[in-house]
């Protein structure tokens, strides 16, 4: 099967799953993926031709956010691993222009929390006289 007829399939794929929300979330990303390692498409070839084709058709990739989130956490948490509120603001907005309206407010700041829990940067920074924020946000959010 020619890398074009894959693409052609991938779109088939990408509208049947995502065609109400324009939006790719990890289990979906996976399911096409593996529908490409059954035609005989390695897995370095599939990746690549999928995140064209959704970029082509304007289909956002929660993968593509997640990483987002993490470049952005790891960098600015800096050596001390901590993150404070503006930090979280900033990876919060960031991820709010990527999802590209696909998501609400909640959802984005609880894929935020997600991933700051997923790589171990939840360490947060609180001022002197002020309440732990991360906490109340968690508590807020109910994660």
Same mark, same amino acid.
């Not at 498409?41 to 084709?53: E, F």
């Not at 993490?70 to 600015?76: E, I, N, V």
């Given at each position: 099967?020619?890398?074009?007829? @894959?693409? !052609?399939?991938f ?6 799953? #995502? ?13 096409? +993926?593996?529908?490409? =390692?059954?035609?005989?498409?390695? =897995? $370095? ?5 999928? +995140? ?7 289909f ?5 956010? @997640?990483?987002? =989130?993490? $470049?952005? +956490?790891?960098?600015? #948490?800096?050596?001390?691993?901590e993150?404070?509120?503006?930090? %979280?603001? #900033?990876?919060?907005a ?8 696909? !998501?609400? $407010?909640?959802?984005?700041k609880?894929?935020v +929390? ?8 939840n360490?947060? !920074?609180?001022? *002197? %006289?002020?309440?732990? *924020?991360?906490?109340?946000? !968690? ?5």
């Amino acid at each position: 099967m020619s890398i074009d007829d @894959i693409k !052609k399939r991938f779109v088939d794929e990408v509208k049947l799953r #995502a065609y109400d929300d324009r939006y790719i979330d990890r289990i979906e990303e996976r399911e096409i +993926l593996q529908i490409a =390692i059954q035609l005989g498409v390695s =897995i $370095d070839s599939a990746r690549p031709a999928l +995140l064209q084709v959704c970029d082509e058709q304007g289909f956002v990739v929660e993968s593509r956010v @997640i990483k987002l =989130i993490k $470049d952005r +956490l790891q960098s600015a #948490a800096g050596a001390d691993g901590e993150v404070d509120r503006p930090l %979280f603001e #900033a990876a919060v907005a960031a991820a709010k222009t990527a999802v590209d309206g696909k !998501k609400n $407010d909640r959802e984005v700041k609880r894929m935020v +929390l997600r991933v700051m829990e997923e790589t171990g940067n939840n360490k947060v !920074k609180t001022g *002197w %006289f002020s309440r732990n *924020w991360y906490a109340s946000l !968690k508590r807020e959010l109910g994660v």
